[in-house]
Nanobody, 129 residues
Framework: QVHLVESGGDLVQPGGSLRLSCVVSGFTLKHYAVGWFRQAPGKEREGVSVIRTLDGTIYYADSVKGRFTISRDNAKMTVDLQMNSLKPEDTAVYYC??????????????????????WGQGTQVTVSS
């Protein structure tokens, strides 16, 4: 059984930093995509950043490029998201997700929630002064 557990969400001031962590267990496929998504109140869930294990390719949403960094520890089966220069519009519940790599031709599909099979319960990030 696959489990994903997120941690690290908190209340932070604009311009601040947070590090989210996701621990994955029970997922045994060699080639997969894993990453972070978020959902703000009244909005659809959106992709933030994803990493593919096939070749280490990383994708970021345009809104977080240059501010967020995703990393993976294969031995520990963890995926972290370092978030810097946080803005109020980054406020959302952040979810970790994993799924089989479907070898999409563009990043657009890898950042779509529908491409992922398993999800964590989410962790709240609030950016406010």
């Amino acid at each position: 059984q696959v489990h994903l557990v997120e941690s690290g969400g908190d209340l932070v001031q604009p311009g601040g930093s947070l590090r989210l962590s996701c621990v994955v267990s029970g997922f045994t496929l060699k080639h997969y995509a894993v990453g972070w998504f978020r959902q703000a109140p009244g909005k659809e869930r959106e992709g933030v950043s994803v990493i593919r294990t096939l070749d280490g390719t990383i994708y970021y949403a345009d809104s977080v490029k240059g501010r967020f960094t995703i990393s993976r520890d294969n031995a520990k089966m963890t995926v972290d998201l370092q978030m810097n220069s946080l803005k109020p519009e980054d406020t959302a519940v952040y979810y970790c997700a994993i799924g089989v790599d479907r070898y999409f031709s563009t990043s657009y599909y890898y950042l779509k929630p529908g491409a992922y099979d398993y999800w964590g319960q989410g962790t709240q990030v609030t950016v406010s002064s």
